[in-house]
């Protein structure tokens, strides 16, 4: 396994499209918004299995587990009028209607792989062209609803996993140095006020005036050169204190297997330790993919809708626990 | 499995003899000494494979790993002149020569078994009898260095696993309660600082007045009872708090199985957990008496003893460690 496909979870481009001559959604009338979500859903439907979802027809929580997977944004859900999303069948590819641009297509793929995850994004914007007349401007691009996203209207992120940057304290004077590069670093809280502390999102700052390879590969190089760092400082925390730290990541370990209980704040600090095991080697695993996948299924929403019921919070922490210990059994030795 | 033989750890019985017309061990000279050792090592030597151990030719180590064992007591390896023990096969008989007295034959066998363990002890006695004269009083009994022994020289007694009363507070006044029966309760520690906290000696006080049958009833009575009031207190901490104790319970399953260093001051309390587990039937236990017989494994000079080196304390933290989630992993599921 590559160090940063340790590192990196996952991969997005997002792109920024808007129907030609219409108002951007806030100002849309509800029969233009429908009447271009009916032209991009015709054009997509037989590919990919994509199927649609009305904000108006989803429940709270099956909205919040989309944006818990980071499929929609909060956005979204709040535009219950005409807010739409398009979702392929295996979650990769998610084209959001009506948010904050008329048309936002994103692809999202596990692990180290931004071009991986442009290629996909391409595809679905090709067909859109095809099929629908976007606003663009000869001179700027893609015309978008906030200027920081005319141009390409492209962002392009990678989340990121720095328990032991965060630990050190080094995150801030990294931030600060990424965003004199043009990059923005967000760090990822979970719903309500838990927090896994550990998340960032490093992504493209301005999408004008640079081209779609170069924003592609200057998310990249900062993704490359953020897991340098992580590595190193992951290895001077080992190197500066290894029995301590093994026994934190082992206990971890067994915590995560062996709880009854399993508050989400404690989950996020046990995982980043058994995370950091299997970098350093110390825990073997199967399959770290689906390792990086419990940072959504553990969450609230995913949470609730795998077990099919609603939960009180404690009924919650049980059932995380369950959850935890069951799927992580198979895929640590 | 009973309930009792999860809370019983142990059963002994101790019979003190002495030879006629000899000073006792304190006093008594060395050639002496070694002519009736003779003797009782020439009566014991074929049965059961006895080996002779003396107090000047074992190191410290191994002293230290038989007290942990309950072989011998920490006096014996004080008498570097002439005492000694021979022990049979199994461990299960120990005869101990020049402590207080001049032999001191006891059997400890695992569980709740103190007629059993009266059965082994009495045939070593008979073996003793029938070639050694030993100092006998129609009207006292068998004769003793401390008087607390005389008459029949005999002590029973089981050692308890007490977590539930132990940490609900109510050892201080049961003790008292059964002080007055006429019970001794004795709280065992471990080697050096660190100790159990949830293991007794409950034994009978006085020797003379009363018949074996007798002692070995009153003992028999006293455990049974405590393990009673065991059970009632561990339910009751259970069904006050079902969902923080299982969780406790798991979670301490889970760190003794994956800890990288292992305290002993902690890895009693998790033991008591686990222990707890497996009464309430929270964790199935395979093999209760090698369960148990991690309390004397994971001691000091034992563990030294099964590494076959010596270690510094961390090292001995962390074999501890290994060898007790080796071990618990072969007996529980």
Redesign the interface.
């Known amino acids: 396994m590559r160090d940063i496909d340790n590192t990196v979870l996952s991969s997005r481009v997002r792109l920024a499209r808007n129907v030609a001559g219409l108002p951007f959604p806030h100002k849309l009338e509800s029969e233009a918004a429908f009447g271009f979500m009916k032209k991009v859903s015709d054009l997509l439907k037989n590919t990919d299995r994509f199927s649609l979802y009305l904000m108006s027809r989803l429940d709270d929580l099956r909205k919040k587990a989309l944006v818990e997977r980071h499929l929609i944004s909060p956005d979204l859900t709040k535009n219950s009028r005409c807010g739409a999303v398009m979702i392929n069948a295996d979650e990769s590819v998610a084209v959001m209607l009506n948010e904050e641009d008329h048309i936002r297509e994103q692809s999202i793929v596990k692990g180290f792989d931004i071009s991986g995850a442009y290629e996909r994004v391409r595809r679905v914007d090709d067909r859109i062209i095809s099929g629908v007349s976007l606003a663009y401007d000869d001179a700027l691009g893609f015309l978008t609803s906030c200027p920081t996203n005319v141009g390409t209207g492209m962002r392009a992120s990678v989340m990121m996993f720095l328990p032991a940057l965060t630990r050190s304290g080094k995150m801030p004077s990294l931030v600060k140095a990424l965003t004199a590069k043009k990059m923005t670093v967000r760090g990822i809280y979970g719903e309500g006020s838990e927090n896994s502390g550990y998340l960032y999102q490093i992504s493209n700052k301005i999408s004008l005036g640079y081209g779609e390879e170069e924003i592609l590969r200057s998310v990249n190089t900062a993704a490359v050169r953020l897991c340098e760092f992580e590595a190193e400082e992951r290895q001077a925390l080992y190197q500066g204190n290894k029995?301590?730290l093994?026994?934190r990541?082992?206990?971890a370990?067994?915590?995560l297997?062996?709880?009854?209980?399993l508050p989400l704040g404690e989950f996020f600090e046990r995982f980043a330790d058994v995370k950091t095991g299997v970098a350093l080697g110390l825990i073997k695993c199967r399959d770290v993919g689906r390792l990086n996948s419990f940072l959504t299924d553990v969450l609230p929403a995913n949470l609730t809708l795998k077990r099919g019921a609603a939960m009180t919070e404690?009924e919650r922490e049980?059932f995380r626990?369950e959850y935890t210990a069951k799927n992580l059994a198979e895929i640590l030795n």
């Open positions: 029995i301590a093994t026994d990541i082992m206990r370990k067994g915590i297997q062996n709880a009854y209980v404690t049980i626990a």
